[in-house]
């Protein structure tokens, strides 16, 4: 199920973003027996995008849960985000 989670994530990211640079991590195992995940996923996500140019973090934020809405409550229960545009970056 972890590689289907981080297909999901990535698939919808890609489409929403065209990322210059995407990565996407699975911190599941470091919450094993976490009861309130009630079996989704924890994920690091970093991404770098010219649609994050002139937002705030805040904003930016909100573009990337809006474009994983549909997964959010069902397949990941913690998300961190490091999102950036391809001027803020070296990677």
Do not use: C, W
């Amino acid at each position: 199920m972890t590689a289907e989670r981080v297909n999901m994530i990535r698939e919808r990211l890609e489409k929403t973003f065209s990322p210059q640079h995407l990565h996407i991590e699975d911190e599941s195992h470091k919450h094993v027996g976490h009861a309130s995940a009630g079996g989704a996923g924890h994920f690091d996500v970093e991404i770098v995008a010219d649609a994050f140019a002139g937002k705030s973090l805040i904003q930016r934020h909100r573009l990337v849960y809006d474009a994983l809405d549909d997964i959010m409550h069902s397949e990941i229960h913690a998300l961190s985000i490091k999102a950036s545009t391809p001027t803020e970056t070296t990677t």
